[in-house]
């Protein structure tokens, strides 16, 4: 069992950046592959960035490549999402999730993972 918790979510102004962290604890943290994910008002779940378990792949939605950036720290239990110059249409819940992987593969499906965060709410503003 692990349990994903996220933080660094806010309101900020369009353009600006904020830093998601999501910590993980229970089983080894190196032994599972992480993403992200987002979910807007009215809409679908969808996929923005994930980081293999190895932290050699790491892959992203068309419509914040460039801009963001994960990355994972294993000795801390943790993996981060850097988000730049961000826009109105990325306000949403943002969500990590994991899933058990010892390969250099990456996960972009919602049905790939298995335990999921709570959520934080990421707000950009004109």
């Known amino acids: 069992q692990v349990q994903l918790v996220e933080s660094g979510g806010g309101s900020v102004q369009a353009g600006g950046s904020l830093r998601l962290s999501c910590a993980a604890s229970?089983?080894?943290?190196?032994?599972?592959?992480m993403g992200w994910f987002r979910q807007a008002p009215g809409k679908e779940r969808e996929f923005v960035a994930a980081i293999a378990s190895s932290s050699r792949t790491t892959y992203y939605a068309d419509s914040v490549l460039g801009r963001f950036t994960i990355s994972r720290d294993n000795a801390k239990n943790t993996v981060y999402l850097q988000m730049n110059s961000l826009k109105l249409e990325d306000t949403a819940v943002y969500y990590c999730?994991?899933?058990?992987?010892?390969?250099?593969?990456?996960?972009?499906?919602?049905?790939?993972?298995?335990?999921w965060g709570q959520g934080t709410q990421v707000t950009a503003s004109s």
């Open positions: 999730a994991a899933r058990t992987s010892y390969s250099a593969s990456y996960y972009s499906r919602e049905n790939d993972y298995t335990y």
């Open positions: 229970g089983r080894t943290f190196s032994g599972y592959a």
